[in-house]
C-alpha cells in the first residue's frame, strides 16, 4: 500500500522595485533622476495581487526601503491583502559594491522601515540582483545578527561572470550567532548543467516549460521551488528609457507574454509564502 504525499506548496516571490531601478537600466537612469521620474509602481503591483487573489496563492513580496518610504499605501496593501512582506535592502545597490559597514546600514533601515510601515516583523532578505556569491558569506552573519531569518539571495549555478555554488534546494547555514535559513531560486539540471529558471526575464524570454520542469522536478524531490517576478514585468505601458539593443531587448521583450504565463503557472502549481513554509509567518485575513 503506497502512502500519497503531501502536495508541495512552491514559493511565488516578488522583487518589489520600481520600472527604473532595474540593474541593468542604471547606467541610463541616474540615481539623481529617481524622485522625478513618474512612478508606475502601482500599475504592475496591483494586477499581480490581482491575479495571485484570483488563483488564492499568497507569495513574499521583497521590497525596497526607498519604496516602503515613498509608497507606503502600497506595501500596507501588500501585507493587508496576506501576502509576506521582507525587505530588499534600502536603495538596490548591489552587496558586492558595499562595504560591511554599507551594507549592514542597508538590512537595519530597510528592516525598520518595512516594520514601521505594516506593523509586523520582517525576517525575510534578497539581495538586489542576487548579488550575494563566493565571497561574500560576511553578508550572512550580518543578516542574522539584525535579526533575519532566511535569506533567498543564492541563484545556483552561473550568472554571467561569476559562479553561486549552493544547493539548489533550501538549507541551513549554520553561523557564529545561530542558524540562518537559505531559500535558493529554482533552477533546472540537465545532464551535469544548472539552468536558472526561477522567473524574471528566464520566464518572459525562454519556454515557459523551463520554469514548469523546475517546479516538477522540485516536486519529485519532495521540496519547494522558489520562482520570481517584478511588478514591471507586468506593465506593458512602462515608459521606455533609451538603452543600447540588447539591454533594450532584454529588459522589455517579452513583457505582453508575463501575464498569461502567469495564469498558466498559478493554474499548474500551489504556492505560499517563504516564511508560511517555515514557520515564521501567518497570513493575516485577506481585504477585498
Same mark, same amino acid.
Given at each position: 500500500?503506497?502512502?500519497?504525499?503531501?502536495?508541495?506548496c512552491h514559493h511565488?516571490?516578488?522583487?518589489?522595485?520600481?520600472?527604473?531601478?532595474?540593474?541593468?537600466?542604471?547606467?541610463?537612469?541616474?540615481?539623481?533622476?529617481?524622485?522625478?521620474?513618474?512612478?508606475?509602481? /502601482?500599475? +504592475?503591483?496591483?494586477?499581480?495581487?490581482?491575479?495571485?487573489?484570483?488563483?488564492?496563492?499568497?507569495?513574499?513580496?521583497?521590497?525596497?526601503?526607498?519604496?516602503? /518610504?515613498?509608497?507606503?499605501?502600497?506595501?500596507?496593501?501588500?501585507?493587508?491583502?496576506?501576502?509576506?512582506?521582507?525587505?530588499?535592502?534600502?536603495?538596490?545597490?548591489?552587496?558586492?559594491?558595499?562595504?560591511?559597514?554599507?551594507?549592514?546600514?542597508?538590512?537595519?533601515?530597510?528592516?525598520?522601515?518595512?516594520?514601521?510601515?505594516?506593523?509586523?516583523?520582517?525576517? +525575510?532578505?534578497?539581495?538586489?540582483?542576487?548579488?550575494?556569491?563566493r565571497g561574500d558569506?560576511?553578508?550572512?552573519?550580518?543578516?542574522?545578527?539584525?535579526g533575519y531569518r532566511?535569506?533567498?539571495?543564492?541563484?545556483?549555478? %552561473?550568472?554571467?561572470?561569476?559562479?553561486?555554488?549552493?544547493?539548489?534546494?533550501?538549507?541551513?547555514? !549554520?553561523?557564529?550567532?545561530?542558524?540562518?535559513?537559505?531559500?535558493?531560486?529554482?533552477?533546472?539540471?540537465?545532464?551535469?548543467?544548472?539552468?536558472?529558471?526561477?522567473?524574471?526575464?528566464?520566464?518572459?524570454?525562454?519556454?515557459?516549460?523551463?520554469?514548469?520542469?523546475?517546479?516538477?522536478?522540485?516536486? %519529485?524531490?519532495?521540496?519547494?521551488?522558489?520562482?520570481?517576478?517584478?511588478?514591471?514585468?507586468?506593465?506593458?505601458?512602462?515608459?521606455?528609457? !533609451?538603452?543600447?539593443?540588447?539591454?533594450?531587448?532584454?529588459?522589455?521583450? +517579452?513583457?505582453?507574454?508575463?501575464?498569461?504565463?502567469?495564469?498558466?503557472?498559478?493554474?499548474?502549481?500551489?504556492?505560499?509564502?517563504?516564511?508560511?513554509?517555515? +514557520?515564521?509567518?501567518?497570513?493575516?485575513?485577506?481585504?477585498?
Amino acid at each position: 500500500m503506497s502512502i500519497a504525499r503531501k502536495p508541495v506548496c512552491h514559493h511565488f516571490t516578488v522583487d518589489v522595485e520600481e520600472y527604473f531601478q532595474v540593474l541593468a537600466l542604471e547606467p541610463y537612469i541616474p540615481r539623481a533622476l529617481w524622485d522625478v521620474l513618474p512612478p508606475r509602481l /502601482d500599475v +504592475g503591483l496591483r494586477s499581480l495581487l490581482d491575479i495571485l487573489s484570483e488563483h488564492n496563492a499568497l507569495a513574499t513580496f521583497f521590497v525596497l526601503g526607498w519604496i516602503a /518610504d515613498r509608497a507606503p499605501e502600497l506595501v500596507r496593501e501588500i501585507s493587508a491583502r496576506g501576502h509576506e512582506v521582507a525587505s530588499h535592502g534600502s536603495d538596490h545597490r548591489l552587496v558586492t559594491t558595499l562595504t560591511k559597514v554599507e551594507f549592514r546600514e542597508s538590512v537595519r533601515t530597510s528592516k525598520s522601515s518595512l516594520e514601521n510601515t505594516i506593523g509586523r516583523p520582517i525576517v +525575510g532578505y534578497r539581495a538586489p540582483n542576487f548579488s550575494i556569491g563566493r565571497g561574500d558569506e560576511w553578508a550572512f552573519e550580518i543578516l542574522f545578527e539584525e535579526g533575519y531569518r532566511y535569506d533567498s539571495s543564492i541563484f545556483p549555478g %552561473r550568472r554571467g561572470n561569476r559562479f553561486v555554488p549552493s544547493e539548489r534546494d533550501p538549507y541551513c547555514m !549554520r553561523l557564529a550567532a545561530g542558524t540562518l535559513h537559505e531559500i535558493p531560486l529554482a533552477t533546472l539540471k540537465i545532464g551535469n548543467t544548472v539552468f536558472p529558471a526561477g522567473g524574471g526575464a528566464f520566464f518572459r524570454h525562454l519556454p515557459y516549460e523551463l520554469v514548469h520542469s523546475a517546479l516538477r522536478s522540485a516536486e %519529485r524531490r519532495g521540496m519547494p521551488g522558489t520562482f520570481y517576478i517584478h511588478p514591471w514585468e507586468l506593465d506593458t505601458n512602462q515608459p521606455r528609457i !533609451r538603452a543600447p539593443f540588447l539591454t533594450t531587448l532584454r529588459h522589455y521583450g +517579452g513583457l505582453a507574454r508575463t501575464t498569461p504565463r502567469l495564469e498558466r503557472l498559478l493554474s499548474a502549481f500551489r504556492f505560499q509564502p517563504i516564511g508560511t513554509t517555515l +514557520g515564521t509567518y501567518d497570513p493575516i485575513p485577506s481585504v477585498s
